[in-house]
């Protein structure tokens, strides 16, 4: 079930470091790609780094947009992310190519993907000499999401019994880790 999780609490679906898919739209044209280099970089408003390459068809559509959403995917959607990963939206319509489902959510200014454990909504803080130079984007979170099963009350905890709905660490060449058992540091 999705449940909205506090903007103070959002870098938390980020933290461990996942793989991610950044999705947007701008008039009728719409994408989502993979992305292996996203993490949270402040609390208060949350905000969120990312690369995106200057060659990828999202990255026109984020730039002409200003918005982007971050969905987290899971085991269950490796492949998906490996296509996702692979094939570019210059070529083809990723959405309806690899049947990509959309969830139906008011809030959300970009496309969230169906069947991830969390999603972030973002508007682009433009800094045009970094994006151009280094490929990088800050982005401010706007509104965030997340699958009760895995996440609540500000926590992951992926012992839930699902394997399938952890989340996925990309090693390279379509091979990825799942984030692993939790360890307490605090005894």
Avoid at 84 to 89: A, F, K, N, P, Y
Avoid at 101 to 124: I, T
Avoid at 158 to 180: E, P, Q
């Amino acid at each position: 079930m999705r449940v909205p999780v506090e903007l103070s609490k959002a870098y938390r679906l980020l933290n461990h470091g996942p793989t991610v898919l950044i999705s947007a739209e701008f008039g009728v044209q719409r994408n989502v790609m993979a992305c292996a280099w996203a993490m949270p970089v402040d609390f208060e408003p949350p905000k969120v780094a990312l690369v995106i390459d200057r060659n990828t068809f999202t990255r026109g559509l984020v730039e002409d947009a200003g918005r982007l959403a971050i969905s987290v995917p899971c085991v269950a959607q490796a492949r998906l992310v490996t296509l996702l990963g692979t094939h570019s939206g210059h070529e083809q319509d990723k959405l309806s190519a690899y049947d990509v489902q959309v969830l139906e959510e008011p809030a959300a200014h970009s496309p969230l993907v169906a069947g991830c454990v969390a999603w972030l909504d973002c508007v682009v803080i433009r800094r045009p000499e970094i994006e151009q130079a280094h490929d990088l984007f800050l982005a401010e979170v706007t509104a965030a999401w997340a699958n009760s099963k895995v996440f609540s009350n500000g926590r992951w905890h992926f012992g839930s019994g699902d394997d399938k709905l952890r989340t996925l660490h990309h090693v390279a060449g379509g091979h990825y880790f799942a984030t692993g058992a939790e360890v307490d540091g605090q005894h």
